[in-house]
């Protein structure tokens, strides 16, 4: 699938919503940085969608910004009929204290056409520990 976001539809029917998130920083022979969350997606459109993967935008404090994408949604590629929500739970690890996430689901519609949600960008107060 191309991921590239300038090339596919948004889908603004498709709503990313964080339930929870936080950060642990874990001493280990180097600190380690773990945010954990909690996102529901939810299809708020009037057609079923199929969900094929996710795109993470990761920056930590020291500038190092990392893109993470992944077929699958958390080893799922679940379809959504209108009103459903698919919830899923993670982690991301890293090296220096984050300062932002931002996710993107990519998906294919009813006709099979690719496309991409919304970003889901978590809050500055979810990177406070």
Not at 71 to 90: H, K, T
Not at 102 to 117: C, M, V, Y
Request: net charge positive; glycine share 6%; charged share 20%.
């Amino acid at each position: 699938m191309n991921t590239d976001t300038r090339s596919l539809p948004v889908y603004a029917p498709l709503e990313l919503r964080l339930v929870m998130s936080g950060v642990q920083a874990q001493r280990r022979p180097r600190p380690v940085y773990r945010s954990i969350f909690r996102v529901s997606i939810c299809n708020t459109g009037s057609h079923p969608v199929r969900l094929l993967g996710r795109k993470w935008t990761l920056r930590e404090r020291n500038g190092n910004t990392r893109i993470v994408e992944a077929a699958r949604i958390f080893n799922e590629s679940p379809v959504l009929e209108p009103g459903a929500v698919f919830a899923c739970s993670g982690t991301q690890e890293f090296d220096t204290p984050p300062v932002a996430m931002e996710l993107r689901i990519f998906g294919t519609d009813e006709f099979g056409t690719p496309f991409i949600s919304p970003p889901l960008n978590f809050p500055k107060s979810c990177f406070q520990h």
